[in-house]
């Protein structure tokens, strides 16, 4: 197995992130989204009896809601990073930085998968 | 990435008496120490650039070229004769290139006007083309402001000027909500602050609510004078509406005669950028206006001044 290695910043934002299938979108008061999908459960806890998948909802509000839904697998990251930094009139490296600690969140929870080019990540290793 | 590294130097960064213009990607990854002493290191997501570390000094009779001396001989280096990046304002300047493909470049500097002395190191281990653009582009437009004129501060998107004779006690550098704590020796303090973007600050919270959370911890509780008033500041040709309160601080019961002080703070509203702009001025004597005013009227001078130039 190979060790993990990081990826360089440059094809962190040449990834095109994209929203996983979710069960159900409701919209909230405040301009949000409640997003709730299926999600596979630790096997352990199958083994006191639980069921292998379980419902999981994440609120997001106006800000988020925007970010999860440019993941349309089409834009990579550095175009949902200009869009946000026009859009809200913020320097690029704040935008940039808020908006990739969020997809990380996004993707640790499995509201998003990020495509990576497996060509570009193998050409910067060589 | 080599496109990146032919950007030009569009964004500030101003800290503690002293700016720089970086790449607009760059950003501060850690900042340590205060206003006598301390460092920034700047770099982009991947990488740190470029580190830059600064002490004040008091003294008038300070040696500038004794302390370059000594930085060059604790670090057993021997500065270059030539090539060396020459920002205006610095004296006894010393440039000591890497000495090996992946070994730092440094440089020192002392800066009279600001009573600083400054030393950046410049990165070995990242690509020719980045070391290029902080040794050529970046380092050349540091510059200090003088120790008796306001001082300019920069960070992230928002940017500041406080009176001078103020100096840094605390800050708090959120994305979205930046603040930054002066004092001055005559005991006055001084709050600013920019929450962005304004309209979700605003969908969270009325105006005249966020004059009521103070950002940093007190003992002193806010005592109102008189109700919260409309008001509105001139800035770089435009005019800003909000509120502006004044009122007592005081320790709770049965401090409360002790060394109360006045307080008066505002915040405006400034649309075509997108941001709450908030500060807080109190002090032992009648509150000062003409301070709250200027410290509102100036930010964001690095968006609003042509191309962000001190």
């Known amino acids: ?126 | 990435m080599a496109a990146r590294s032919r950007q030009s130097c569009s964004s500030s960064l101003a800290w503690a008496g002293w700016q720089v213009r970086v790449p607009e990607h760059w950003r501060p990854l850690r900042i340590e120490g205060a206003w006598e002493k301390g460092s920034i290191i700047l770099g982009d997501e991947g990488q740190a650039i470029m580190q830059v570390k600064w002490w004040r000094h008091e003294n008038e009779s300070f040696d500038g070229a004794r302390w370059t001396r000594r930085r060059l001989k604790k670090a057993g280096a021997k500065a270059a004769a030539d090539g060396k990046p020459a920002p205006p304002g610095f004296e006894n300047a010393a440039w000591v290139p890497g000495r090996g493909p992946a070994q730092a470049a440094v440089w020192y500097g002392c800066a009279p006007a600001g009573r600083l002395v400054m030393e950046v190191v410049v990165s070995g281990e990242m690509s020719k083309k980045d070391q290029r653009t902080a040794t050529s582009r970046a380092l050349p437009t540091l510059k200090v402001s003088a120790h008796d004129a306001p001082t300019r501060w920069a960070i992230y998107g928002a940017s500041f000027e406080s009176p001078a004779g103020f100096v840094l006690c605390d800050r708090r550098l959120k994305l979205g909500d930046i603040a930054l704590r002066l004092s001055s020796k005559r005991r006055e303090r001084l709050v600013l602050r920019q929450v962005y973007p304004s309209a979700l600050a605003l969908a969270r919270r009325e105006l005249a609510k966020w004059l009521e959370f103070p950002v940093f911890r007190e003992h002193r509780k806010y005592r109102p004078a008189n109700p919260p008033q409309k008001w509105s500041v001139e800035s770089f040709g435009r005019q800003l509406d909000g509120i502006r309160r004044a009122g007592r601080k005081r320790f709770p019961f049965p401090l409360g005669v002790l060394a109360p002080r006045y307080s008066a703070a505002a915040v405006v509203h400034d649309e075509q950028l997108g941001r709450l702009l908030v500060a807080e001025y109190d002090s032992r004597g009648a509150p000062d206006d003409a301070t709250l005013a200027d410290a509102l009227a100036s930010m964001n001078w690095a968006q609003l001044e042509s191309g962000g130039e001190a």
């Open chain 1, 1 to 126: 197995m190979s060790p993990r290695r990081k990826l360089d910043r440059d094809t962190v934002l040449s990834g095109r992130p994209e929203q996983a299938p979710a069960v159900r979108r409701e919209e909230r008061p405040n301009g949000g989204v409640k997003v709730t999908f299926r999600r596979v459960r630790r096997r352990w806890l199958g083994w006191w009896g639980g069921e292998s998948e379980v419902e999981r909802s994440f609120g997001l509000d106006v800000l988020g809601r925007e970010v999860y839904e440019s993941c349309n697998g089409k834009s990579d990251v550095k175009a949902i990073v200009r869009k946000f930094a026009q859009k809200h009139r913020v320097s690029r490296a704040e935008a940039e930085l808020a908006v990739t600690t969020f997809l990380k969140t996004m993707m640790t929870k499995g509201l998003i998968v990020m495509a990576i080019d497996k060509d570009r990540v193998q050409r910067k290793r060589n």
